[in-house]
């Protein structure tokens, strides 16, 4: 069954602190990849995304992710977290191949320590 | 160009009322997809079209309907509200080229039902 697993409902880091929100997958496909990031009342934004090619992809913000086909994981690091990176975070997955199959995690909510 | 607009931003209804959500692109993406998103749930797909005059039905399609009469508009309508749809609805657009295959999404509809 194809799924997106974000293990970790809640975190909180210090500021300043490095970061990394896991997300590992199940799909049958070629996988696209991406993490989006969803401000309090608002929709969600692109952080970055997988296609091909190198497995690390930067993205907006300062963040990158790792893609690691072995492991089935895509998981999002920033070396230094700031307030306003507060959020809630969604790994999502799909294929080019089909119109409908975006899969979405759970989402991870980032609370950032003074 | 003011991406994915959607259309109202919060709502109030009675269970067995009726309404329309609007959402409309001009980015001219051939692809608009509505998602719920309940909390612990992330994202889920209700309804998607991969063109003018085409819908099809995603992850949680009961109680909803769609059309999709003009590339540039996508409603979602609820006929008989219930307490249960009680959620955030997002709308979202896709370029499936090559190279910007990334779903843009837009701010959220808030839907109580009572």
């Known amino acids: 069954a194809q799924s997106v697993t974000q293990p970790d409902i809640h975190i909180t880091v210090s500021e300043g602190a490095s970061l990394e929100l896991r997300c590992n997958y199940s799909?049958?496909?070629?996988?696209?990849l991406f993490w989006y990031v969803q401000s309090p009342g608002q929709g969600l934004q692109l952080l970055l995304k997988?296609?091909?090619?190198?497995?690390l992809v930067q993205g907006i913000k300062g963040f990158e992710a790792e893609f690691k086909r072995s492991q089935s994981s895509f998981n999002l690091r920033k070396p230094s977290v700031h307030w306003s990176d507060a959020a809630e975070y969604f790994c999502?997955?799909?294929?080019?191949?089909?119109?409908?199959?975006?899969?979405f995690g759970s989402g991870t909510r980032l609370s950032i320590r003074p | 160009n003011a991406g994915v607009t959607q259309t109202p931003k919060f709502r109030v209804l009675k269970t067995g009322q009726s309404m329309t959500l609007l959402c409309a692109q001009d980015?001219?993406?051939?692809?608009m997809y509505w998602y719920r998103q309940d909390p612990g749930m992330g994202l889920r797909l209700i309804h998607y079209?991969?063109?003018?005059?085409?819908?099809a039905k995603g992850e949680v399609p009961d109680g909803y309907n769609v059309s999709r009469l003009k590339k540039q508009n996508f409603l979602l309508g609820l006929e008989s509200a219930a307490p249960s749809q009680t959620s955030v609805y997002f709308c979202?657009?896709?370029?499936?080229?090559?190279?910007?295959?990334?779903?843009?999404f837009g701010p959220g509809t808030r839907l109580t039902v009572l």
């Open positions: 979202a657009s896709r370029d499936p080229g090559q190279s910007t295959d990334t779903q843009y």
């Open positions: 999502a997955v799909g294929a080019r191949s089909s119109a409908s199959k975006i899969i």
């Open positions: 079209s991969v063109g003018e005059g085409t819908t």
């Open positions: 799909y049958g496909a070629t996988p696209y």
């Open positions: 980015m001219n993406h051939e692809y």
């Open positions: 997988y296609f091909s090619g190198d497995t």
